[in-house]
């Protein structure tokens, strides 16, 4: 079957074997798969990628970052045929959305899209586990169904955050990431929710999620609002305010850029005792000043990933109407597009989202 492997730093669209599920397993066609910005950073960087994640003791096993790997984690898919030991509670042709994770016989598990074994998304088909499907609910579309793993990630930066109910919140950077938080937020009731990027059609995605104020950074600072709405930014005035009997909500910073100094700009200009969520992948040595944050009492809280539970409810929020992810998708490729589509997404002003549709 045909796949766009990641070879060589390169990304070649070629056969692969043939897929047959094991012991707990289905084999799904792909219907469609969102390429990710991890996937756009892994083309070039899978094995500093590599590297990092298992300092930090998030990737065990074998997978070589140098062999052969077929991206793709953000799937919906339709079940062709099951293995051994499964239920077949879902039939063939049921569409299924699950986290991109599958467990073998052995016990192993194979992280889709940063496997040497299985292939991810961009391929034809998949090997999936039938514990960890979930139906996608009648008459949600498919390239609808495809984004419940990036909204997920949304749906967890958001549970991390400790918000008030009279909070503001910021979110730096309206890409897939920022997006997904803007959207988590409104579909929890939060804001309100302001958002700031210098590329006009994210700021005018982030308003159609939901962002109660969008702001182009090189117009206005995006901390020039929290006054605005009702949060003082110094300690002595936040003081004064209390003392005055005036109630205000934490204010909660989303960092959802990932670029070195980011972090520290924002530990300077949000307010005292704010909460940033770092959500933005850095993966860069970068600096911060400890000192400045420790006078401010800023709370750093980093976030990475989601809760099968938190998937799960991302998929009915976005059936339910709760998150509204129409306009994300801004276009589709087959396989033999997904090199020029990496591309394209280098330039925030030409997609949002791009789907693979094998």
Known sequence: ?????????????????????????????????????????????????IDLTRRAGGLTGDFDPTADT????????????????TSGQLKAGARVVSIPATMTPAGGVEMLGFSNRLPGGFAEQMILSEALLLPVPNGLPTDKAALTEPFAVGAHTVA??????????????????????????????????????????????AEALGADAVIDPAVESPHAR?????????????????????????????????????????????????????????????????????????????????????FAATLHDIAEGRIDVEGVVTGTVGLDGVAQAFKDLGDPEAHVKILVTP
Request: glycine share 10%; hydrophobic share 45%.
């Open 226 to 310: 929290w006054e605005g709405f009702g949060v003082p930014t110094a300690r002595a005035a936040q003081n004064m305010a209390r003392m005055m009997g005036r109630n205000f909500g934490r204010p909660v910073v989303f960092e959802c850029v990932g670029s070195p100094g980011v972090l520290q700009s924002l530990i300077e200009a949000s307010p005292a005792g704010a909460q940033i969520v770092v959500a933005g992948v850095c993966m860069e040595t970068d600096r911060i000043e400890p000192a400045i944050a420790i006078t401010k009492e800023i709370e750093l809280t980093f976030v990475f990933g989601y809760t099968p539970e938190e």
């Open 160 to 205: 991390k955050a400790r918000l008030d109910p009279d909070s503001v919140a910021l979110v730096i950077g309206c890409g897939p990431v920022g997006l997904a938080v803007i959207a988590g937020l409104k579909a929890r009731g939060h804001g309100p929710v302001i958002a700031a990027d210098y590329s006009p059609r994210r700021r005018k995605a």
């Open 1 to 49: 079957m045909r796949a766009v492997i990641r070879r060589n730093r390169q990304l070649v669209c070629d056969q692969i074997e043939a897929l047959k599920p094991d012991t707990g397993q289905v084999l799904v066609r792909t219907l469609a798969c969102g390429i990710c910005g991890s996937d756009l950073h892994a083309l070039h960087h899978m094995e500093h990628m």
């Open 70 to 85: 077929v991206f793709g984690h953000e799937f919906c898919a339709e079940i062709l045929d099951h293995g051994a030991g």
